[in-house]
């Protein structure tokens, strides 16, 4: 069956410093991947997408998420942090043959000053 | 700008209570979804409308149901909300590609006394 796990429910990191947060899939073919990010009370915005071609990909905000097959990952990125990023993340996976998600639970980042 | 709206952001109803919320979509999408979401938890896909065709998930309980008059309205009817049933609930819309990705709605805050 399909899945996505996001390994970290929570991590924090200090303002400017790189950040990495991690998603898992279980897919049989190539996979839609998404990342979302939630605002505290606000609906989800997307951050970026994969769904072929370039292998690294570039997202609003400054994040870029690489698609890895090898290892089933497509790991969210961002090289330098901002106060403002502190919020909720979701990995989604478009599940197949289907315009439905499957979404990880979710990583809540928390930016130290 | 286009847009997905949810009328209202935030509503309260009593135990019981039958429970109308409502998304609207400018963008002329296919595809209309109702997720519940409860406090950090991933969203959780109640059911969707492909143009006219409802398509309702196994688990989502049948005091959960929904309109979808035309294009660009859907409405979530909650016949006997209860406890339980206080949640975010999320409308978003996509064009219906197995690639495209989905657009949210702020979300409707829903309270039950």
């Known amino acids: 069956a399909q899945s996505v796990t996001q390994p970290d429910i929570h991590i924090t990191v200090s303002e400017g410093a790189s950040l990495e947060l991690r998603c898992n899939y279980s897919y049989g073919a190539t996979p839609y991947l998404f990342w979302y990010v939630q605002s505290p009370g606000q609906g989800l915005q997307l951050l970026l997408k994969y769904f072929s071609g370039d292998t690294l990909v570039q997202g609003i905000k400054g994040f870029e998420a690489e698609f890895k097959r090898s290892q089933s990952s497509f790991n969210l990125r961002k090289p330098s942090v901002h106060w403002s990023d502190a919020t909720e993340y979701f990995c989604a996976v478009g599940a197949s043959g289907t315009y439905k998600y499957i979404f990880g639970t979710g990583t809540r980042l928390k930016v130290l000053a | 700008d286009a847009m997905v709206i949810q009328n209202p952001r935030y509503q309260v109803t009593q135990f019981g209570k039958p429970v109308t919320l409502s998304c609207s979509q400018t963008l002329n999408h296919n595809v209309m979804y109702w997720y519940q979401q409860k406090s950090s938890q991933a969203p959780k896909l109640l059911f969707h409308y492909y143009d006219k065709d409802f398509n309702n998930e196994a688990d989502t309980p049948d005091n959960f149901q929904s309109r979808r008059p035309n294009t660009s309205f859907c409405f979530l009817d909650i016949r006997s909300p209860g406890l339980g049933d206080a949640a975010m609930y999320l409308c978003?819309?996509?064009?219906?590609?197995?690639?495209?990705?989905?657009?949210f709605g702020p979300g409707t805050r829903l309270t039950v006394l």
């Open positions: 978003a819309t996509s064009r219906g590609g197995l690639a495209d990705e989905q657009f």
